[in-house]
């Protein structure tokens, strides 16, 4: 059952995955301000975690590689984003 833990975990290994990425860390880093030092501390912040699926989702492009790293489909992204707090889902409609 998917639920908030499990959230929480696929956006730290998304975060993960990200930061074996040079160029997709870099950028990550550059759009929310975080620095390498301070990254363990802000891991444990809930909208910390949002911002690692919402990156994760700025493209089809990262999304396809960030799923595929994490044994999900792409569309489980937004699944994840809504079950974390603050992550609620948009309705694009």
Request: aromatic share 12%.
């Amino acid at each position: 059952m998917k639920n908030k833990e499990y959230a929480e975990v696929k956006a730290l290994e998304a975060l993960s995955w990200l930061s074996k990425n040079p160029d997709r860390f870099a950028d990550f880093l550059h759009l929310n301000g975080a620095s390498i030092s301070d990254i363990f501390e802000r891991s444990k912040d809930p909208e910390f975690l949002v911002f690692i699926i919402e990156y994760c989702l700025s493209s089809d492009e990262i999304a396809i590689e960030c799923s595929y790293a994490l044994s999900i489909k792409p569309e489980e992204l937004m699944e994840i984003l809504s079950l974390l707090p603050g992550g609620d889902s948009y309705n694009w409609t």
